[in-house]
């Protein structure tokens, strides 16, 4: 409690220091811009050395505020807004004023109108690049787009402040979004909140990789690890048959218990990996080995707009591209991908085979000493999936009606627990969002804590 009271202070003296700070900048950068046309011509010199001392403490006073952020990413990206923030209100102000000064003193004056329109474009351009560029180096969250436009359309005049304002914006919000996390677990770090008896196995979906280079689960193994958890991969193909993946993933199992004395793990597995998990445990012997599976977004029922596209596209044109696909994973050191094998096993037919195998073989929707849940989510618009979502969630909806972008609302369902994932906004979750594979704050839900409480729920069970 009294951590939390001090950092909460903590907090209210930092917005106190930012603001103070933004005040003195934002009249320092003001005044070093437009006090030029009101002093006499010769002393311009002068001048030009203060504009240049002014402009050096303008872009130096932002730092002040921006060292009380938790990290050193943050004190960048926050330390780039307060610039950004400064420059966009000292250009208005001065825009202002030079507007004024060009009734006043035109057209008598104007080679010292030019030269104070020369300063003041001086006194910004330390200011401007330093917001530019440590918003673009520590902020995660800005799009590309923005960051081009922040570059491309910053000096021009009016165009730049709604520009720079949605960059803003971003920014500060990322700064507090990933602030109050880094407190949450510091406040919770002796907790070890997600310290799971059994190590937590997470299996990827189709054209997923396990790859150190950029995770296909973006910042949440992290996140768990940092609460306690110990986390390893299915590390198997991309795209093959639900069989095949079902053996490799029994194989990496048996492994990981032989070699680490764990007894068993908790899997969690997204999309078309929920059904290589199931066939694992039920055909290939991997039951013994597994405290829990957890299903996110998995098309338990198949994908029926699936069927329709494998009809659809001519026999010629998939086989084309699963060659260009098992030729280029192979390249990157799988041994046997099979796109089409992939494919064929996520629609609702040969959902429905691998269903009636199972049910044949004694799978219910449990396994006897394995804990079994699943979770699904919904878009409520196409553009919020981003692309490709935005095209595939239209698809789905024609034929199935509310799903994340990929999979019907009707087929995540499986286990003794099963629960859709809401939120306060509008916006909706989608089959990429489930595994922060973009890496996306998202408006009223947190992906990362919502996997720290999955966790902490399989630890709390004993597992």
């Given at each position: 409690?009294?951590?939390?009271?001090?950092?909460?202070?903590?907090?209210?003296?930092?917005?106190?220091?930012?603001?103070?700070?933004?005040?003195?900048?934002?009249?320092?950068?003001?005044?070093?811009?437009?006090?030029?046309?009101?002093?006499?011509?010769?002393?311009?010199?002068?001048?030009?050395?203060?504009?240049?001392?002014?402009?050096?403490?303008?872009?130096?006073?932002?730092?002040?505020?921006?060292?009380?952020?938790?990290?050193?990413?943050?004190?960048?990206?926050?330390?780039?807004?307060?610039?950004?923030?400064?420059?966009?209100?000292?250009?208005?102000?001065?825009?202002?004023?030079?507007?004024?000064?060009?009734?006043?003193?035109?057209?008598?004056?104007?080679?010292?109108?030019?030269?104070?329109?020369?300063?003041?474009?001086?006194?910004?351009?330390?200011?401007?690049?330093?917001?530019?560029?440590?918003?673009?180096?520590?902020?995660?969250?800005?799009?590309?787009?923005?960051?081009?436009?922040?570059?491309?359309?910053?000096?021009?005049?009016?165009?730049?402040?709604?520009?720079?304002?949605?960059?803003?914006?971003?920014?500060?919000?990322?700064?507090?979004?990933?602030?109050?996390?880094?407190?949450?677990?510091?406040?919770?770090?002796?907790?070890?909140?997600?310290a799971t008896r059994y190590p937590i196995l997470l299996v990827h979906g189709i054209f997923g990789k396990d790859h150190q280079l950029y995770s296909y689960w973006g910042r949440i193994p992290k996140e768990l690890e940092q609460n306690g958890a110990t986390v390893y991969f299915?590390?198997?193909?991309?795209?093959?048959?639900?069989?095949?993946?079902?053996?490799?993933?029994?194989?990496?199992?048996?492994?990981?218990?032989?070699?680490?004395?764990?007894?068993?793990?908790?899997?969690?597995?997204?999309?078309?990996?929920?059904?290589?998990?199931?066939?694992?445990?039920?055909?290939?012997?991997?039951?013994?080995?597994?405290?829990?599976?957890?299903?996110?977004?998995?098309?338990?029922?198949?994908?029926?707009?699936?069927?329709?596209?494998?009809?659809?596209?001519?026999?010629?044109?998939?086989?084309?591209?699963?060659?260009?696909?098992?030729?280029?994973?192979?390249?990157?050191?799988e041994h046997d991908p099979d796109f089409l094998a992939a494919i064929r096993d996520l629609t609702a037919d040969g959902c429905r085979r691998l269903n009636e195998e199972a049910e044949a073989a004694g799978e219910a929707e449990h396994f006897e000493g394995i804990f079994t849940?699943?979770?699904?989510?919904?878009?409520?618009?196409?553009?919020?999936?981003?692309?490709?979502?935005?095209?595939?969630?239209?698809?789905?909806?024609?034929?199935?009606?509310?799903?994340?972008?990929?999979?019907?609302?009707?087929?995540?369902?499986?286990?003794?627990?099963?629960?859709?994932?809401?939120?306060?906004?509008?916006?909706?979750?989608?089959?990429?969002?489930?595994?922060?594979?973009?890496?996306?704050?998202?408006?009223?839900?947190?992906?990362?804590?919502?996997?720290?409480?999955?966790?902490?729920?399989?630890?709390?069970?004993?597992?």
């Amino acid at each position: 409690m009294k951590n939390s009271l001090q950092k909460s202070g903590q907090r209210k003296t930092t917005r106190r220091l930012r603001y103070l700070t933004e005040i003195a900048a934002i009249l320092l950068a003001t005044s070093a811009a437009n006090c030029f046309l009101p002093i006499q011509q010769e002393k311009h010199y002068l001048l030009l050395v203060l504009t240049a001392i002014a402009s050096f403490f303008t872009a130096i006073l932002p730092i002040l505020p921006s060292l009380n952020y938790p990290s050193l990413r943050l004190k960048i990206a926050a330390y780039g807004a307060i610039c950004l923030e400064v420059f966009a209100i000292s250009s208005v102000l001065s825009l202002a004023w030079h507007i004024y000064a060009a009734f006043r003193y035109l057209p008598g004056q104007w080679g010292i109108y030019l030269l104070s329109l020369l300063i003041w474009t001086l006194a910004m351009v330390p200011l401007f690049w330093a917001g530019i560029i440590a918003s673009i180096v520590g902020a995660k969250q800005l799009t590309l787009r923005l960051k081009l436009l922040g570059i491309l359309l910053g000096w021009v005049p009016l165009a730049n402040i709604g520009v720079l304002w949605t960059m803003i914006l971003k920014v500060q919000e990322e700064v507090r979004y990933e602030s109050r996390r880094l407190y949450l677990n510091e406040a919770r770090k002796d907790d070890r909140v997600c310290a799971t008896r059994y190590p937590i196995l997470l299996v990827h979906g189709i054209f997923g990789k396990d790859h150190q280079l950029y995770s296909y689960w973006g910042r949440i193994p992290k996140e768990l690890e940092q609460n306690g958890a110990t986390v390893y991969f299915g590390n198997h193909q991309s795209a093959a048959s639900v069989a095949q993946c079902a053996e490799e993933l029994t194989f990496r199992i048996e492994q990981l218990v032989k070699k680490t004395g764990c007894e068993k793990v908790n899997i969690i597995a997204h999309s078309k990996g929920g059904l290589d998990c199931r066939r694992a445990i039920t055909f290939c012997g991997a039951a013994p080995y597994v405290a829990s599976l957890t299903t996110v977004s998995t098309p338990h029922r198949g994908c029926e707009y699936a069927d329709y596209l494998l009809k659809a596209i001519p026999e010629k044109a998939q086989n084309k591209v699963a060659t260009t696909y098992n030729r280029a994973m192979q390249h990157l050191g799988e041994h046997d991908p099979d796109f089409l094998a992939a494919i064929r096993d996520l629609t609702a037919d040969g959902c429905r085979r691998l269903n009636e195998e199972a049910e044949a073989a004694g799978e219910a929707e449990h396994f006897e000493g394995i804990f079994t849940q699943s979770y699904g989510s919904v878009l409520s618009r196409s553009k919020s999936g981003g692309f490709p979502m935005n095209l595939t969630y239209l698809l789905a909806k024609f034929f199935v009606g509310p799903n994340d972008g990929l999979v019907s609302e009707t087929s995540f369902a499986f286990g003794e627990r099963y629960q859709l994932i809401s939120h306060k906004g509008d916006r909706g979750i989608s089959h990429l969002d489930t595994v922060d594979l973009l890496h996306q704050n998202l408006p009223d839900f947190d992906i990362r804590e919502f996997y720290v409480e999955m966790v902490s729920d399989l630890k709390n069970r004993g597992l």
